[in-house]
């Protein structure tokens, strides 16, 4: 006859485990799976998706507005670096749509054809996103080289409007994000967990457990908040170009200071097609160090050595770890319980551990 145990354990946690014989799988061999699903309470994180899209959502709303006033004072101003953070300000109008079709997506259900979702979309979209910022730093760079060669005084007195504007901008909005990223606590949960002795695999999703472990949408946010820091560093050169020519400075600090704008615009853009690149090449999470995590899992009891480990990532927060371990002799609980530690440990998404018979 068949054995079959369950077990149960509750405080923040849950856990279940079956074993069933072997010879009735027929298998003369045992293969180890287990099956881990970590993460809040369904209604807390609904309510922390909700307030941080609505955040998001109001943030997009004032900075798009603002990205059409602020172009518009630059070309009344005549100013190359107003109309080089106006630009850089579209960059975070992008960057935060992005973050709100992703947080979208992110609730989407995987489909027999998406297997995985549409995680994919986040990193595609950033592509896109990039390559467009380097089209508009050319641009850029081509006016203010024309400004240079034959310099025209702008409008000091409105650049330092227009710049101030921008400033409150984008500091109300930060403001806004922070709230949204900080405001409210999270709740930890283990997950279910299953093991068969006869063939098996490991699964996980995790999620944030105390705070310290990052989290898809939280990433997300802060991402759209290091934006609009760095489009407030474009408003300050902007300002501090408009200050200068009021106090008498050569019409030349205007097209130089556009030169700085598109630095941060470049740097920015940068990181954002390197991250995009990497994840779209499965490239292993900078967090997920391959031989940490294979010394985790090696340090686990039971476990003789690790194999056909692969660490990668689908997009922002969305973690994966697949391993095959071998055990002289494996409990028939082993896979499932090095998935739990490894989702526990890492907060990921998706974990899957084969163990195979020494």
């Avoid at 209604?43 to 909700?50: F, L, M, P, S």
């Avoid at 996103?129 to 000091?156: C, Y």
């Avoid at 008498?248 to 991250?275: E, K, N, Q, T, W």
């Avoid at 391959?290 to 009891?301: F, Q, Y």
Wanted: glycine share 10%; net charge negative; with cysteine.
């Amino acid at each position: 006859m068949a054995a079959k145990e369950h077990g149960h354990e509750h405080e923040h946690e849950h856990e279940h485990a079956h074993a069933h014989d072997a010879n009735e799988a027929g298998h003369g061999h045992g293969h180890g799976h287990g099956h881990g699903h970590g993460g809040e309470e369904a209604g807390d994180v609904a309510r922390k998706e909700r307030r941080q899209a609505r955040r998001l959502a109001m943030v997009l709303v004032l900075i798009a507005a603002f990205f059409v006033v602020e172009l518009l004072g630059a070309k009344a101003a005549s100013s190359d670096v107003l109309e080089a953070d106006a630009y850089h300000l579209l960059m975070d109008v992008l960057a935060i749509a992005v973050s709100l079709v992703a947080m979208r997506i992110a609730g989407a259900k995987p489909s027999a054809r998406f297997t995985f979702g549409l995680r994919r979309a986040e990193p595609l979209a950033a592509l896109l996103n990039a390559i467009l910022v380097f089209a508009v730093a050319i641009e850029i760079v081509r006016d203010s080289v024309e400004h240079l060669q034959s310099p025209e005084m702008p409008k000091s007195g409105l650049m330092l409007i227009i710049a101030t504007a921008a400033l409150c901008v984008n500091g109300l909005s930060a403001w806004l994000l922070h709230g949204a990223m900080h405001g409210g606590h999270a709740h930890t949960h283990g997950g279910h967990a299953h093991a068969h002795a006869g063939h098996g695999h490991g699964h996980g999703h995790g999620e944030e457990e105390d705070g310290t472990h990052p989290h898809a949408h939280h990433l997300n946010m802060r991402g759209a908040w290091l934006h609009l820091m760095g489009d407030a560093l474009g408003s300050v050169a902007a300002f501090s170009a408009g200050l200068a020519m009021k106090l008498g400075a050569s019409p030349i600090v205007d097209p130089l200071a556009s030169f700085a704008v598109v630095i941060i615009l470049v740097v920015g853009a940068s990181r954002l097609l390197r991250d995009a690149v990497l994840v779209l090449l499965d490239a292993a999470p900078t967090r997920l160090k391959v031989e940490r995590v294979r010394a985790a899992i090696l340090a686990h009891p039971g476990v003789a050595s690790v194999h056909a480990l692969h660490v990668w990532s689908l997009g922002t927060g969305h973690d994966a770890i697949t391993a095959h371990v071998r055990a002289a002799s494996a409990p028939a609980d082993l896979g499932m319980r090095v998935a739990a530690h490894l989702r526990a440990k890492y907060a990921l998404e998706y974990v899957t551990v084969q163990v195979d018979p020494d």
